[in-house]
T-cell receptor
Framework: TQLLEQSPQFLSIQEGENLTVYCNSS?????LQWYRQEPGEGPVLLVT?????EVKKLKRLTFQFGDARKDSSLHITAAQTGDTGLYLC?????????FGAGTTVTVRA | EAQVTQNPRYLITVTGKKLTVTCSQN?????MSWYRQDPGLGLRQIYY???????DKGDVPEGYKVSRKEKRNFPLILESPSPNQTSLYFC???????????FGPGTRLTVL
């Protein structure tokens, strides 16, 4: 059983559309990280959210940490083909970083 | 260039033949870890190291060994590989525990 559940597992959209990826858990985390992984490469950090209710923006990407610090979402506005990849969330708790299974996002031209 | 390197990138071996996957980082990071990535299961931590000579088990340590004799290197050892260890392996390092993880490019291992 995954500590962090990501949904949906797969997402395919047309360029220009918006999308949201969810990361949910029953556990409270001290912080939550979002990574993007492209084929043949390791994950690369996009953002870290620390405070409950925090919202961070990275160009067209908006990240939100739930008030209770158990869940997070990633919203992409006007998706581009370069946004294609595997999006992973990771929750930090004590001495451990736990990853979700990921959401594979495909943006079609 | 700041990076984490892994070797080899691809490896096909047979059951029971001992192998080592090397990992090296040039960022003077204290914390290093190994993960395996399997479809539908995400990244699962195998072992981690808080500093030189300090290692501990992650979520799926069975069948693996590690060592941390130097700060920059953290090799993963499979003493007797089995087919269920076929996976994509990532080494990662970070300045401190729970900070941004810098991942290597991955090692795709197939055990026949």
């Amino acid at each position: 059983t995954q500590l962090l559940e990501q949904s949906p597992q797969f997402l395919s959209i047309q360029e220009g559309e918006n999308l949201t990826v969810y990361c949910n858990s029953s556990s409270v985390f001290s912080s939550l990280q979002w990574y993007r992984q492209e084929p043949g490469e390791g994950p690369v950090l996009l953002v870290t959210v620390v405070t409950g209710g925090e919202v961070k923006k990275l160009k067209r990407l908006t990240f939100q940490f739930g008030d209770a610090r158990k869940d997070s979402s990633l919203h992409i506005t006007a998706a581009q083909t370069g946004d294609t990849g595997l999006y992973l969330c990771a929750g930090a708790d004590d001495y451990k970083l736990s990853f979700g299974a990921g959401t594979t996002v495909t943006v079609r031209a | 260039e700041a990076q984490v390197t892994q070797n080899p990138r691809y490896l096909i071996t047979v059951t029971g033949k001992k192998l080592t996957v090397t990992c090296s980082q040039n960022m003077n990071h204290e914390y290093m870890s190994w993960y395996r990535q399997d479809p539908g299961l995400g990244l699962r931590q195998i072992y981690y190291s808080m500093n030189v000579e300090v290692t501990d088990k992650g979520d799926v340590p069975e069948g693996y060994k590690v060592s941390r004799k130097e700060k920059r290197n953290f090799p993963l050892i499979l003493e007797s590989p089995s087919p269920n260890q076929t996976s994509l392996y990532f080494c990662a390092s970070s300045f401190r525990l729970l900070r941004e993880q810098f991942f290597g490019p991955g090692t795709r291992l197939t055990v026949l």
